[in-house]
């Protein structure tokens, strides 16, 4: 959904040995974690982030017409508690407040709807994001005026930043931080991925008022993760620590979206919508669209 969209990722360095299996017949472990465990939390708001949720009111075109969008969303940063997750050092978690990718979506007939994103690998506050999208959507019925839309997503791709190792806690003041960067880091920023692998069923409802030129919308939706972090420590000689496991976490958690489109010309509409999943994020995101060939 999709994320850093530039979103930068929080997850939780210090492994807890929650024990597993091998990992591609390395030394190295994989640990599954519960959505309801701090390390799996932490995980989960990151996830729930990447959701490619409308940002606007779904609102088809003619056919073979394109939309070309770009939208903007905010990260709300974790409490010093929520990065520590119960342990001695926080993790580097608040690299950025925003996220953002553009998006293009081709119009069929039938009121079907194809819409692809991916948000480029530009370095936003140390993170870089590779995140791809993909949503097929159309009109089932239309109730009192209201376009009832089912849309099925996927969200791909990965993340790297510096967050079990990262150059502030040598900078940090506190002599543990900084003992933890030289003798575990090495002195080296990590390169960890969180790595999404996400479906999402939503049912949209759009409305039509102002003759046409506003666009409410509320959407309801369900999401399947499959998500790892993998701590990625580098060794002095570039290599992967194999002493830092990777962590898995899977959940089917449900979420909101609420919002509207304000329709400004033939060409340009401009969105915003408020996201929510219970326990987990609450946010915003706006976005700006130019539609072509439309009739």
Partial sequence: ????????????????????????????????????DPEGSLMGYYSALLIFAP??????????TVDIAANLGYVPPLSYDQRTAGRDKPEATNLTSVFGYPMVTLWFP?????????????????AKPYIYAFALQGVAATVKGWDLIPRATYTGGHITAPITCNSDLASSGNYSFAFYYEIVCNNIESTDRLEPDQWTLEVNAAG????????????????????????QVRTPSGGIDPD?????????????????TWVASRYWRFGGSL?????????????????????
């Fill in 208 to 231: 039509s008022y102002a003759q046409g030129r506003f666009l409410p919308f509320v959407g309801l939706g369900v999401v399947d993760y499959h998500t790892t972090f993998d701590i």
């Fill in 110 to 126: 039938h009121r079907i709807g194809f819409t692809a994103a991916y948000t480029p690998p530009f370095d936003v506050g140390g």
């Fill in 275 to 295: 996201f929510w999943e219970p326990g987990m994020v609450f946010t915003g995101r706006l976005s700006a669209t130019l539609r072509l060939n439309s009739k």
């Fill in 55 to 64: 940002d606007g009111a779904p609102s088809p075109g003619t056919p073979w």
């Fill in 1 to 36: 959904m999709l994320l850093c969209r530039s979103v930068a990722i929080a997850l939780l360095a210090l492994a807890a040995p929650f024990a597993a299996a091998q990992y591609g017949g390395t030394s190295r472990t994989i640990e599954t974690h519960s959505i309801s």
């Fill in 244 to 260: 830092h496991p990777i962590l898995k976490m899977s959940a089917t958690e449900g979420y909101g979206t609420l919002g509207a």
